[in-house]
C-alpha cells in the first residue's frame, strides 16, 4: 500500500512518452498507469471497465490533461470531487492550454494544481522535475484517504 | 315739452336699433343743455358698442382660426340643461353638420366608435361624480365611415354645494399623430427583432471564434511539443553520432517549433483582448510601468537602461488589459533600444486631446522609417528582421485593439536609428 502511484491522464501517446522520458530524466521511478482517456481514468479509480473485479491502488498524484476523448478532463475531476473514494485526491492539471476559463473550471472544480505543459521541452522537464519534487516527496498524505 | 318727448323717442328708437345690432346710428346733437349732452354721451356709448362687437368678431374669428389650424375644439355642456355646445372646429372634426347634431351628451355619444363608448362614459363619470381628472384619447367614427382619434381633456363646474352643473373641455384631431406613433412602436419592435436576430448571429460567430481559439490553444501546440521534446531526445540520446551539422539542424527545429509556441500564444492574447469582458476602474499607469520596467530589466545583460517614469499618472480603464500595452510599448522600448550601450527609455504624459490625456512611450533605440508606418499595426508585420529583434508582429497590434476598446487611440513616430515614441490616449 506504500507503493506510490502517477496515475497519467492523456490521449497523446507523444505525450505520454515526453512526460515519461521526463520523470526517468528527473529520476522519478514510481510506477506510472497511463489513461488514454477520461472512462480509462475512472476505471481504474473505481475499477469498474477493464480494470473491473482488481482492486487498484489509489495514486499519490492524478496528472491530468483537459482534452479527452469520451469524457473530458474536467468531467473526470468532478466525479472524483464527487465521490467518497476519490474526493481528496491531488489532481494536477497538466494541459496544453492556460484559456482563463479553463483554468477557473479547474479550480472550481477543485484542481490542487493547474500546470501548462511548455513547449520548450527543457522549460518541460523542469516543470516536471518540480512537480515530481513537491507532490510525491514533499508532499506528505495520509495512508488511507 | 315738446322739446323733452321728440329726443327722448329718438333716444329710444335708437337703444333698440343698437340692440338689434345696428351700431352705425347716431342722435344730432341740436343743443347744448341736458339733453345735448345725453345725446353725446349715447351716441358715444354706440361708438363704444361698436368698437367692441367689432374686437369680438375678430377675435371670435381667430379662436376659430386657431381651431381650425391646431384642430382643437372646444365644448362646454350644460348638465342641468343637458345642452352641449360645440365650437365649429368640433363640428368640423367629427363631419357632422350643425344642423344635424341633438347637441345632448347622447348625441355625442352617438359619435363615439362602438368600441369606445363604455370607456369615454366612465370617464365622465368618474370626473363627475369622483372629480378625477378627465384627460382621455378615443376614437370617433365620422359619418362617412372614416374612423379618427381625438384626445380630450375637460374639467368639470361646481355650484357652491359642490353639485356639476357643467363641463368644459376641448377635443383635439390626434389622428396623424397617433398613426405616427404607431408607426414608431411598430418600427421599434421591428428594429428590436433585428437586433436580436443580429445579437444572436453575433453570438454565434463569438461562439465560433471561442471554440476555434480553445481549439488553437489546445490542439496546435502539442504538436509542436513533439518536436521540441523529440528533437531534444534525438540530440540527447544520438547526440554524438549526427555530427556538428546535424545538431545545427536540430537546433534550428527546436528554434522553429518555440518560434511557432511564441506565435500561437501571442495569437490567443490578440483574440484574448478582443473578446475578453472589460473592467473600468481606476488604474496608476505610473505604477504598472514602474512593474514592467522592473521585470524587463531582469533581461538586460552588459548594457545600461535609464527607464524615465513620470509619477501619478492615473487612468479609467482594465488594469490587466493596460497591463498587456505597457508590456508592449515598453517591453519594445528594451528590445529596440538592444544595440544601445546607454539606452533611455520614458513614459510620460504629453498634454490632452480634448478630454484625453496623451501617454507617450519614448526610447532611444533603433527606431523605424516613418515610409513603413502603414504596416507598424497590422498583425504579423514586422519593421525589422528576427535575426536583429526577436518577435512575432503582433505586439502592436494587440497593443491598438486594447486602446480601440478603451476608446482612444494609439499611434508612433520614428526615424530610423533616431529612437521612436509611442502615443496613446484612453
Known amino acids: ?19 515519461e522520458r521526463a520523470f526517468k530524466k528527473n529520476n522519478i521511478r514510481n510506477r506510472v498507469i497511463v489513461a488514454a482517456d477520461g472512462v480509462e481514468a475512472l476505471d481504474y479509480l473505481f475499477c469498474s471497465g477493464k480494470y473491473a473485479g482488481q482492486t ?48 477557473i473550471d479547474g479550480y472550481k472544480l477543485g484542481a490542487n494544481s493547474y500546470i501548462r505543459k511548455p513547449v520548450d521541452f527543457s522549460q518541460f522537464l523542469e516543470a516536471v522535475k518540480q512537480l515530481g519534487l513537491y507532490w510525491l516527496v514533499l508532499n506528505e498524505t495520509p495512508k488511507k484517504w | 315739452m315738446r322739446h323733452i318727448v321728440k329726443p327722448l323717442k329718438n333716444f329710444s328708437a335708437t337703444a333698440i336699433r343698437i340692440a338689434g345690432g345696428d351700431y352705425d346710428v347716431s342722435i344730432p346733437v341740436s343743443t347744448k343743455d341736458e339733453i345735448g349732452v345725453l345725446s353725446e354721451a349715447f351716441n358715444s356709448m354706440g361708438r363704444g358698442i361698436k368698437d367692441r362687437s367689432e ?8 379662436l376659430k382660426n386657431a381651431q381650425r389650424i391646431a384642430h382643437i375644439g372646444n365644448w362646454d355642456w350644460d348638465m342641468v340643461k343637458n345642452e352641449l355646445l360645440w365650437s365649429d372646429e368640433i363640428y368640423r372634426m367629427f363631419g357632422i353638420p350643425k344642423t344635424e347634431f341633438g347637441a345632448t351628451y347622447e348625441a355625442f355619444l352617438g359619435a363615439i366608435h362602438p368600441e369606445d363608448r363604455d370607456f369615454v362614459n366612465s370617464a365622465v363619470n368618474g370626473a363627475v361624480s369622483l372629480g378625477s381628472n378627465y384627460s382621455i384619447d378615443h376614437r370617433i367614427v365620422l359619418p362617412s ?15 357652491a354645494s359642490g353639485t356639476p352643473i357643467m363641463m368644459s373641455g376641448t377635443v383635439q384631431d390626434i389622428t396623424e399623430r397617433k398613426l405616427a406613433e404607431d408607426e414608431v412602436i411598430k418600427l421599434n419592435v421591428e428594429l428590436e427583432y433585428k437586433v436580436r436576430e443580429r445579437t444572436a448571429e453575433l453570438e454565434g460567430a ?21 518536436i521540441d521534446g523529440f528533437s531534444q531526445a534525438f540530440i540527447e540520446d544520438f547526440g554524438e553520432s549526427i555530427g556538428p551539422e546535424g545538431h545545427d539542424y536540430l537546433r534550428r527545429i527546436r528554434e522553429g517549433s518555440q518560434r511557432m509556441g511564441h506565435l500561437i500564444d501571442d495569437l490567443l492574447t490578440l483574440s484574448y483582448v478582443t473578446r475578453l469582458e472589460m473592467k473600468r476602474e481606476e488604474v496608476d499607469l505610473s505604477h504598472l510601468a ?20 513620470a509619477h501619478g499618472l492615473k487612468a479609467a480603464g482594465d488594469p490587466g488589459l493596460l497591463r498587456v500595452v505597457l508590456d508592449n510599448l515598453i517591453g519594445n522600448a528594451f528590445k529596440f533600444t538592444g544595440k544601445q550601450e546607454h539606452a533611455r527609455i520614458g513614459f510620460y504624459s504629453v498634454g490632452t486631446e480634448g478630454a484625453r490625456t496623451i501617454y507617450c512611450v519614448r526610447d532611444n533605440g533603433v527606431g523605424f522609417d516613418m515610409k513603413y508606418y502603414g504596416k507598424l499595426f497590422v498583425p504579423f508585420q514586422r519593421l525589422h528582421s528576427t535575426v536583429d529583434f526577436r518577435g512575432t508582429g503582433i505586439g502592436l497590434a494587440t497593443v491598438e485593439r486594447i486602446i480601440w476598446r478603451h476608446g482612444g487611440r494609439v499611434w508612433g513616430e520614428g526615424e530610423a536609428g533616431k529612437g521612436a515614441a509611442f502615443y496613446f490616449t484612453l
Open chain 1, 56 to 103: 487498484t491502488t489509489l495514486p499519490q498524484v492524478i496528472l491530468l490533461d483537459l482534452k479527452l476523448p469520451r469524457v473530458s478532463g474536467l468531467e473526470v475531476l468532478k466525479m472524483i470531487r464527487t465521490d467518497e473514494r476519490t474526493k481528496l485526491l491531488p489532481v494536477v492539471i497538466l494541459t496544453s492550454s492556460k484559456e482563463e476559463q479553463d483554468l
Open chain 2, 206 to 226: 463569438v461562439k465560433g471564434l471561442e471554440s476555434f481559439s480553445y481549439s488553437v490553444a489546445h490542439d496546435l501546440r502539442s504538436p509542436l511539443r513533439s
Open chain 2, 290 to 309: 514602474e512593474a514592467v520596467a522592473v521585470e524587463q530589466k531582469k533581461t538586460v545583460t552588459g548594457r545600461e537602461v535609464d527607464c524615465i517614469i
Open chain 2, 145 to 159: 365611415g372614416e374612423v379618427r382619434i381625438v384626445h380630450e381633456q375637460a374639467e368639470v363646474v361646481r355650484d
Open chain 2, 55 to 62: 374686437a369680438l368678431a375678430l377675435s371670435k374669428e381667430r
Open chain 1, 1 to 19: 500500500m506504500d507503493e506510490k502511484i502517477i496515475l497519467l491522464v492523456e490521449d497523446n501517446p507523444d505525450d505520454v512518452a515526453l512526460t
